[in-house]
């Protein structure tokens, strides 16, 4: 059964982190189109089965559900392998390349 705490905001915010459209998202999650649409501007309630769906990839990618009722509910994501551990700003006038491109190098 999927958390109640998973919510159309969060389904946003997971999807801004990862730098998803809904199309990406509805097509790793295997669900039409317009099911995140829907679900995001609140135009359907989504049935356990289908918030699963979406949750799997969100969670595959790196996105956890975190909070609680208290404290308040958010998302963050989790480093990925490989990614830089430097937080600050990169160099001024120089690109990071993408990750295809760092894996082909």
């Known amino acids: 059964m999927p ?7 969060r389904i946003r915010a997971g999807r801004g982190l990862l730098k998803w459209t809904q199309g990406v998202l509805a097509h790793r ?11 995001e501007s609140d135009q359907a309630a989504p049935r356990a089965k289908t918030l699963d ?17 208290t404290e308040g509910f958010g998302v963050t994501m989790r480093p990925r ?25």
Do not use: K, Y
């Open 53 to 69: 769906a979406i949750r799997s990839p969100l969670v595959g990618a790196g996105i956890r559900f975190i909070g609680d009722a």
């Open 3 to 9: 958390s109640p705490s998973i919510t159309p905001a």
């Open 29 to 39: 999650a295997a669900v039409s189109v317009v099911t995140p649409n829907m679900i």
């Open 81 to 105: 392998p490989g990614d830089s551990a430097q937080t600050g700003p990169s160099e001024p006038g120089r690109r990071r390349a993408s990750r295809a491109m760092r894996a082909a190098a």
